[in-house]
């Protein structure tokens, strides 16, 4: 599974090194919620995608990134009983390397809706990782710089919870 990652995060580069147009890279930070808001505090991510223009208001693309999800001090009567448990009594930070499509639909001016659609490959000991979805919105508040809002949501079916999460960033776009 690592050399899938691996290759993918590759033929990113490598594509985006021949047409930087398309090229995008992106922050975020924000609040586990459901399940994960149970366990974690908040979230932090990084992504790099590529998108080909399908028309003036549809592009498709290739995104990943990796995202982590910080435990919060584990209760005490749960301390002896959880296999999400840090050596330092807090529940395992999730992380997740996310690898998916990406669908942008540019609305009204300056502003998108976004989907991506994939697979995260959890990173952490005890979890699985499993499908994953991010719809959203971004707003261009300068030139090649977004703001964006979005839900993200992993699957981990294996365990029978879903890791969501809401969530604020920046995209930077390269000509």
Known sequence: MKK???LAITILLSVGAYAQNGFNAGVYGGV?????????S??????????????????AGLTTGYHVGFGKDLPTELLSQNRFLAEDSKYKNYGVILVALVVV??????????????YGIATADGYNGGFHYRPGVSYEVA???RVQASYLNV???????NWSTINLGLEFGFD
Not at 155 to 161: A, H, R
């Open 4 to 6: 899938l990652v691996l």
């Open 32 to 40: 586990p919620v459901g399940d994960a808001g149970d366990t974690h």
């Open 42 to 59: 908040f979230n932090v991510g990084v992504d790099l995608s590529y998108l080909w223009e399908l028309s003036s208001d549809f592009s």
């Open 105 to 118: 639909y540019n609305t009204l001016s300056n502003f998108a809706l976004f989907a991506n659609i994939g």
């Open 143 to 145: 030139n090649n710089i």
């Open 155 to 161: 699957n981990e079916s294996d365990l029978g919870v």
